[in-house]
């Protein structure tokens, strides 16, 4: 058993994107001599929060967004928010300190960044980072007693400088994604053959059906990735499509498959961004989870690192996929700018210095 620092990783199964950025940050820790556990001990209090979100985002889309950009204008929201997940923190959090003892520990949700700082009010010598999975801060992330915060963005240090935070404090290290993401990508140059790539998360959001229909009047290859969301998956297996379209549902080597595909469409989550750009591939967002993706989408455009395909979907597929695309080269070219392949690396050497 190493000796290594304690490090604890709190992150919750809201989505998929914040425990792969735990687990690309935790290979990064054990690769550094650390030792890594992860905390999922908050997971029994978020089943309404839970069930609340995926409502939302699935039947009352506009009622959710507008709660959403409401709680980051209203303090008192962001105060009761911070009294409740305190509480977590004091009632659930503290035995797990003890039967743990981590030296730091590292938040991908905000909920468990919160909690936690109950738990180091009473242990200062604690050390608490936040690390961002979104492409901005919602006032939701804003915890005063954490030691360091990560974003990719330069646009997300003046966020947390708006709440008072101090701009030293945050690093623009990137989203930490797989390791395999970082080896160099033979295809960068060519004229790729792989196939269109449709993309939800890995819960297999959005309107699958309506994109992928317009998709397969393109006389190209589509693979449709449902993730998790089997009951997506087989809807659509149902349907009879052309034989060059696809149905799978999870898939493990999204590093080779991203960077084979010839496009991507689909939504912006924030690791799905990451993994994108990383793999030097032009972008179609067709979809996204109001509130958090809206502000992804529209970042990820002022950026040039993707562009918006809702209303000419078809067009822009045919376009993006002409060879020597001006294009769809301006989108690669800012994926080299932007991509951050040694994110976790990179963090997890500034989270030990700490």
């Given amino acids: 058993m190493t000796d290594g620092p304690r490090i604890l990783m709190s992150s919750l199964p809201i989505g998929t994107g914040h425990d792969i950025a735990a687990r690309a940050l935790a290979e990064a820790f054990v690769m550094q ?13 978020m089943r309404l929060q839970t069930h609340l979100y995926f409502f939302g985002i699935r039947y009352v889309p506009g009622l959710y967004g507008s709660l959403f950009r409401l709680g980051d204008r209203v303090n008192a929201l962001w105060r009761n928010h911070r009294k409740g997940w305190r509480e977590v923190g004091h009632t659930v959090l503290k035995s797990v300190y003890e039967v743990y003892r981590p030296e730091i520990v590292v938040a991908t949700h905000p909920y468990g960044l919160t909690a936690w700082s109950a738990v180091k009010e009473e242990h200062p010598e604690l050390r608490l980072v936040g690390v961002l999975t979104d492409l901005s801060v919602h006032q939701f992330w804003y915890e005063p007693a954490t030691d360091a915060y990560a974003v990719w963005f330069p646009e997300q240090v003046d966020d947390l400088a708006r709440f008072g935070y101090n701009r030293q404090r945050v690093w623009t290290a990137g989203i930490p994604i797989r390791a395999s993401f970082s080896q160099p990508n033979p295809l960068i140059g060519r004229l790729r053959q792989g196939p269109v790539v449709l993309l939800g998360g890995g819960l297999g959001f959005g309107p699958y059906m309506r994109i992928l229909k317009r998709l397969a009047e393109v006389d190209l290859p589509v693979l449709a990735i ?32 991203l960077k084979a595909a010839r496009l991507v469409v689909g939504k912006p989550g924030g690791v799905t961004a990451a993994e994108v750009c990383q793999s030097s591939v032009p972008w179609i967002l067709t979809h996204w989870i109001a509130g958090q993706e809206e502000v992804n989408r529209d970042r990820l455009i002022m950026h040039d690192l993707a562009i918006r ?46």
């Fill in 33 to 45: 001599g650390a030792q890594v556990e992860f905390s999922h001990h908050m997971v029994a209090d």
């Fill in 226 to 257: 449902c993730g998790h969301n089997e009951a997506l998956r087989f809807r659509l297996d149902e349907y009879r499509w052309p034989e060059r379209i696809h149905i799978v549902g999870y898939v493990e080597h999204m590093p080779t498959l």
């Fill in 309 to 354: 395909g809702d209303n000419n979907l078809n067009r822009l597929v045919c376009e993006l996929t002409e060879p020597r695309s001006p294009l769809s080269q301006r989108i690669i070219d800012s994926q080299h700018r932007w991509a951050r392949p040694d994110a976790a690396k990179e963090l997890s050497v500034r989270i030990l210095g700490l």
